[in-house]
Structures are given as structure tokens and as C-alpha cells.
Nanobody, 126 residues
């Protein structure tokens, strides 16, 4: 069984930084792409960022480009992906989800992801 365990987030002030993590466990396809999506109150879930298995390719939504970055940690026991979010604004408030796509490279399309984390709340106060 595949599990994506998310951590990080919380209540922060505008201009602050937060790092989210997403750790994969279980029998996951050897190489997977990890995407980040968010859902603001009353809105649909939207694409935020996606990174390839080895980090050689990343994409970001225009709204976060230049403020958010992706990093990865690959090990024999655990693989973890990180979303570093800087200079946060109230527009970044929402529940952030990580999704794993069982391919080396990811996508901006939610339907192409195979497994999902449960989400973590990020609230930015202005």
C-alpha cells in the first residue's frame, strides 16, 4: 500500500516562509514525479508545482514562480519531497496536497496523479 505522508504548514504571517514535506512509503513505482496542488476556500484545487523524480525538471504555476522551490531527498529507506514557500501572501492560503505520478516526469493535470497525501493547511494572515 502506498502512502504519502505530508507535514509542515500552519498559520503564518504575510511575508513568512514555510516548508512542506511529502514522504512516500510503501510499494511505489521506482521513479515517480511529485506534484503539489492547493485548494483555497470556495475554490477548486489548482496546480502549484511539480518536480521530476531526480529533480532535473520542475514547473511552477505563474502565481508562485520565483517564490516557491522544490527540493528532493532520495534514500534507500525513504523518499521525501519538499515545497519551500517564501514571501507568502494571503492568496497562498489553502490546503496543500502532494500527489505522486508513477512516471519519471510530472504534469499539471491532477487526473494524471496516482496517489495523494491527505493535505496540510497553510493559512497566511495579512
Amino acid at each position: 500500500q502506498v502512502r504519502l505522508i505530508q507535514s509542515g504548514g500552519g498559520l503564518v504571517q504575510a511575508g513568512d516562509s514555510v516548508r512542506l514535506s511529502c514522504s512516500a512509503s510503501g510499494s511505489l513505482f521506482a521513479n515517480y514525479a511529485l506534484g503539489w496542488f492547493r485548494q483555497a476556500p470556495g475554490k477548486e484545487r489548482e496546480f502549484v508545482a511539480v518536480g521530476s523524480w531526480n529533480g532535473d525538471s520542475t514547473e511552477f504555476a505563474d502565481s508562485v514562480k520565483g517564490r516557491f522551490t522544490i527540493s528532493i531527498s532520495r534514500g534507500s529507506a525513504q523518499n521525501t519531497d519538499y515545497l519551500q514557500m517564501n514571501n507568502l501572501t494571503s492568496e497562498d492560503t489553502g490546503v496543500y496536497y502532494c500527489g505522486a505520478k508513477c512516471r519519471r516526469y510530472g504534469s499539471r493535470l491532477q487526473d494524471e496523479f496516482d496517489f495523494w497525501g491527505r493535505g496540510t493547511q497553510v493559512t497566511v494572515s495579512s
